[in-house]
């Protein structure tokens, strides 16, 4: 009986790769797609730039998986070349079916960047400490940003950036204690000057705390990450076609607790006690335990980025758990418990962080557990 199951299984497997393959005619078109997108690149760059450049590397494009996975897919046609010439390198995305020299390029992506950044100088009187600048075929991403077919001649930033065109084009400048609020009116027309269709400027405390936000690029409105900058940034701008916003953000301390709000509401902490270990168990907790002072939160803030000093608490045991929680009573009326979410990308390890979103919560308090399960 085993013996059966066995070629059984064996059978199945073997099916199953027969049916991953691909055929003789699949193999030559793929084979066709790489000969030809390589001619194509070499010639697109011959046309735009005038000389001829290296083919390393060509590589299929594949479409996007379903949800269904597909162990064989074949090639959209398309192609990225990757091309080298006076000790650059650089990427071609262009089609492999055909003979063409319609393609995309990244050849002049440091020029176009440094364009933008002297832009940006003229039009704020600002000086950057970084840019990063997602525009082009796949905006952003992090292997093929910058993939335009326009020529840049030194004069033509709009067209090369082309955001009606191109879908979008984002900027994330990053400033070292520079004076945002001297452009603080821009908000609502900065990204016009700028070629973009929305660009975040912020304003880091030092070039440390720059260091210390891992993700400092994400193209849109900052409303999903500008709660990293709570501890490392004095203020930071905000500018697209449909919404615009500059922001400073407050910071106090209190009993040695850093406390961060961004629209100005004041926060207030007060030394007090919260329910027994037993009322947060079934809520992220098997056998909670407090392992620091527990506080009442009182303010009007929309939200408050919370930084508790792990000096402050007893970390002897189970210190990987350790996490921020709070109690509060619902607009119904209702108390609960939980875990304040952790603030994301936080590199800030002389802390315990957590974000608290009001939404109304009355009697929040505050305190730091660990599960001693």
Not at 153 to 181: I, T
Not at 212 to 224: D, I, L
Not at 366 to 372: E, G, K, L, R, W
């Amino acid at each position: 009986m085993k013996k059966n199951q066995l070629f059984l299984c064996v059978g199945l497997l073997c099916l199953l790769l027969s049916a991953c393959g691909y055929s003789r005619e699949e193999k030559a078109l793929m084979k066709h797609y790489i000969q030809q997108g390589s001619k194509n690149a070499k010639e697109y760059i011959k046309e735009k730039y005038g000389f001829d450049a290296d083919v390393k590397k060509c590589e299929h494009i594949y479409p996007g998986s379903g949800p269904v996975p597909d162990f064989s897919p074949m090639p959209t046609g398309n192609v990225y070349v990757t091309m080298h010439y006076d000790g650059q390198t650089f990427t071609v995305e262009i089609s492999g079916e055909k003979q063409t020299t319609e393609g995309y390029d990244d050849y002049q992506y440091d020029e176009i960047v440094s364009a933008f950044t002297g832009n940006f100088q003229t039009v704020t009187g600002l000086t950057p400490t970084e840019v990063l600048l997602g525009f082009g075929l796949h905006p952003g991403d992090e292997k093929h940003n910058g993939l335009v077919s326009t020529y840049f001649d030194g004069n033509n930033l709009q067209d090369v950036l082309c955001p009606e065109k191109m879908g979008h084009a984002s900027a994330v400048v990053s400033l070292v204690n520079g004076n945002l609020s001297s452009i603080s009116y821009k908000g609502a027309s900065l990204y016009q000057d700028l070629h973009v269709t929305n660009v975040n400027v912020v304003n880091y405390l030092s070039s440390e705390d720059m260091a210390a936000v891992k993700y400092r690029y994400t193209s849109g409105k900052p409303g999903v990450w500008h709660n990293v900058l709570g501890l490392h940034a004095s203020d930071f701008l905000y500018s697209a076609q449909r919404d615009s916003q500059y922001t400073v953000i407050n910071r106090t301390e209190q009993d040695g607790i850093i406390l961060c709000t961004f629209d100005g509401a004041p926060v207030n902490l007060t030394p007090a006690s919260v329910d027994d270990p037993e009322a947060y168990n079934g809520n992220g907790f098997i056998e909670a335990k407090q392992i620091a002072q527990g506080y009442q939160l009182s303010t009007s803030s929309d939200m408050v980025l919370i930084y508790y000093p792990k000096a402050k608490m007893d970390l002897s045991s189970h210190a990987e758990q350790a996490t921020l929680t709070y109690q509060y009573y619902t607009a119904n009326g209702n108390l609960s418990h939980g875990r304040l979410p952790a603030i994301s990308n936080c590199t800030d390890e002389d802390y315990l962080t957590g974000v608290f979103y009001n939404n109304g919560r009355s009697d929040v308090r505050i305190a730091a557990f660990t599960d001693n399960h």
